[in-house]
């Protein structure tokens, strides 16, 4: 099937393996992974803890790199850039959220929002707006000056998708975005998701879930750090 992407993947891995290493031991906690993810593709990963899930969304959003093999982003090799370079390509390309949210609890919803445009240098009015924008896209556009503590759980991950959303990126990955809140409260997050897809953008998610990984448009269920499954689901379903 994959083929059809006549190399136009946003992701493309070959033979990617990351190896942690401390002192005598090291953990081999992706092997060989060969992956092509088309853009606008709505992405589901699964599999049991310690399969290598969240390894493979670090090296993806080039919070890290691999030990071996190759990670194309837009058809460019990242495989060995610098952390400088690695920044760079986060700031343009990609949008991360996390299952803790990681918000900077002293700062104002708006502020947290605003950081990933302070390191690229956007002066403080176009800021201001592409926040508020973000925010009200997350449908937080009345909570710009509460601070995270005064939120709850659901509109905290709202918040940090806003601030994942900021810069615009193409790709956006998510680990366990829904892992710290109830059902109710990550079926509102994960409509946000389906709604980002419908606007074009590329998503990987990781969940433990199996309902939410089944309103994906594909499931790849990585163990002992290698890809034991990848289906591609019908359309209809996603949109049903
Ligand atoms: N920074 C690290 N240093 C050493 N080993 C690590 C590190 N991060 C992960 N590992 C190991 O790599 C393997 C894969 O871990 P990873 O966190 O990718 O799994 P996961 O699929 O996300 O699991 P979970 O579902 O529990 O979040 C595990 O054996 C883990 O112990
Ligand atoms: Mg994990």
């Known amino acids: 099937m994959h083929n059809l992407l006549n190399g136009n993947a946003i992701i493309s891995l070959r033979d ?11 953990v081999h ?13 709505w992405v589901a990963v699964t599999g049991p803890s310690g ?11 080039c919070l890290d790199r691999p030990t071996s093999g190759t990670y194309r982003l837009n058809q460019r090799d990242v495989s ?16 991360f959220v996390f299952q803790s949210f990681h918000l900077l609890p002293r700062l104002p919803v708006i502020d947290n929002v605003e950081l990933p445009l302070i390191y690229a240098n956007m002066g403080k009015a176009k ?3 592409l926040a508020i924008q973000a925010l009200t896209r997350v449908r937080l556009e009345n ?13 905290r991950q709202r918040v940090a998708i806003a601030r994942a959303l900021v810069n615009d990126p193409e790709l956006l990955l998510a680990d366990e975005p829904t892992g710290n809140l109830d059902s109710n409260t990550g079926a509102e997050i994960l409509s946000l998701f389906q709604e980002l897809h419908r606007a074009g953008k590329t998503i990987l998610l990781v969940t433990h879930d199996a ?3 089944a309103s994906t448009q594909r499931i790849i269920r990585l163990k002992d750090g290698g890809i034991v499954e990848d289906t591609f ?3 209809e379903k996603v949109l049903a």
């Open 211 to 213: 309902s939410i990984a």
């Open 80 to 95: 060995r850039l610098s952390n400088d370079d690695l920044a760079l390509m986060r700031l343009k390309h990609i949008g």
């Open 233 to 235: 689901l019908e359309r």
């Open 29 to 41: 906690a992706l092997q060989r992974i060969n992956l092509e993810v088309g853009r606008g593709e």
């Open 143 to 155: 909570r710009l000056d509460h601070n995270p503590l005064q939120l709850s759980g659901g509109e």
């Open 16 to 26: 990617t393996t990351k190896v942690y290493s401390s002192g005598a031991t090291s």
């Open 51 to 61: 399969g290598g899930k969240s390894t493979l969304l670090q090296i993806l959003g």
């Open 127 to 129: 800021r201001r707006e």
